[in-house]
Each structure stands twice: as structure tokens, then as C-alpha cells.
T-cell receptor
């Protein structure tokens, strides 16, 4: 079992560009959450996908969007990148529709120059 | 809104000694979950221990135990027989019916050999 995987590991972009981050959930998991973790801070919830729909969203602008595919993998898209978007982006998955232990991937480190 | 507060940015402990990390939270809900996660330099979030609010008994996982005081909204983590591998950032997190984990700012734990 590969666990939760994320790609790429690191990414460098410039302001105004767009970026797509990818997440493959742990086998048997159908729910994916995305978190943004700025340096030295705790993660902040971006949104959660369940049954290919965005089920809940945190306090992030519309520049942040996502998608979940039929195989439960997920993408996080960020448009018009700002310097403040530089962070570690974490993906977590769990089985079932409500609560269960969330398993985290290693994250994608995004640097915006 | 629910909040999680970790008042200790950094803690240090001698190897083999015991250390307690503090966490307080604010909620009006009666049914929720609380977690301690560990984030080593590898960045991957690892679940250390969890507590269901409806359970009065404090959770224990080997050398890790919690002191859950529901009325005081306090959830501290005790690490016994500290080991060098315990060195990491420790995050307290809260979860209830709105699907998202709410995180504290973290405590950096340093183990002195």
C-alpha cells in the first residue's frame, strides 16, 4: 500500500502564474482534503472533496480550486499566484463520508518568486 | 468559530525524561475529536494519538498519553521516556461536523541527548 502520494515534491513559480498540484489517496479512501501550511504555522483547511464534489471550503479565495476524479485522486489549482501562496500544501485522505482518521501525504513545497 | 491554541512555541527535554505539551481549544459543540499530530523534518504529518470527546477515559498509545479536560477545554500530550526520534513539531488539532481539521500553531520539541 503506497499511502497518500503527492506530486510534485517541490515547485517554483513566479507571481501571476498558475499551478496544479496532485494527490493520490491511500487505497480504499474516497475523501480528500487539502491544507495550506505556511512556514512556522499550523495547516489551514482549503477544501475537501467527496464523491467528486467540493463538500466544504475554508476561508480561501476563488483563485484556489480543485477537482476530484472518479478514481478519487485530486488536483489543487491555484491561479494568479501571489508571494503569499508560498507554502507547503498537504493532502489528506480518509475512507467514508464523514469522520475517519486522516492520512497525510508528504506535501508539495510551493515557492512563488 | 472554533480555535486551537498551543501556548508553547518550543519545548526541550532530556532524553528518557517526560515532557508535557499543552493545548486548549474553544468550541460550543459537545461531540468532536481531538488529535495530536507529529511533523518531523520529512514534513509528513503522523497521527500520534486521538481522543473522542464523549469518552471520559484519557487515550494512551505506548509512551504517549493525553490529559483531556472537557470542561476546561484542555488537551495536553504527555510523552514519557523521551527518545531522540520524538524530536519534531507537534500539532494539536480539532475536528467536528464541518469536515475540517482546525490546527494549533505547533510546538517544536527538542530532545537533548
Amino acid at each position: 500500500d503506497a499511502g497518500v502520494t503527492q506530486s510534485p515534491t517541490h515547485l517554483i513559480k513566479t507571481r501571476g502564474q498558475q499551478v496544479t498540484l496532485r494527490c493520490s489517496p491511500k487505497s480504499g479512501h474516497d475523501t480528500v482534503s487539502w491544507y495550506q501550511q505556511a512556514l512556522g504555522q499550523g495547516p489551514q483547511f482549503i477544501f475537501q472533496y467527496y464523491e467528486e464534489e467540493e463538500r466544504q471550503r475554508g476561508n480561501f479565495p476563488d483563485r484556489f480550486s480543485g477537482h476530484q476524479f472518479p478514481n478519487y485522486s485530486s488536483e489543487l489549482n491555484v491561479n494568479a499566484l501571489l508571494l503569499g501562496d508560498s507554502a507547503l500544501y498537504l493532502c489528506a485522505s480518509f475512507p467514508g463520508g464523514f469522520y475517519n482518521e486522516q492520512f497525510f501525504g508528504p506535501g508539495t513545497r510551493l515557492t512563488v518568486l | 468559530a472554533q480555535t486551537v491554541t498551543q501556548s508553547q512555541p518550543e519545548m526541550s527535554v532530556q532524553e528518557a525524561e517526560t515532557v508535557t505539551l499543552s493545548c486548549t481549544y474553544d468550541t460550543s459543540e459537545s461531540d468532536y475529536y481531538l488529535f495530536w499530530y507529529k511533523q518531523p523534518p520529512s514534513r509528513q504529518m503522523i497521527l500520534v494519538i486521538r481522543q473522542e470527546a464523549y469518552k471520559q477515559q484519557n487515550a494512551t498509545e505506548n509512551r504517549f498519553s493525553v490529559n483531556f479536560q472537557k470542561a476546561a477545554k484542555s488537551f495536553s500530550l504527555k510523552i514519557s521516556d523521551s527518545q531522540l526520534g520524538d524530536a519534531a513539531m507537534y500539532f494539536c488539532a480539532y475536528f467536528e461536523s464541518n469536515y475540517q481539521l482546525i490546527w494549533g500553531a505547533g510546538t517544536k520539541l527538542i530532545i537533548k541527548p
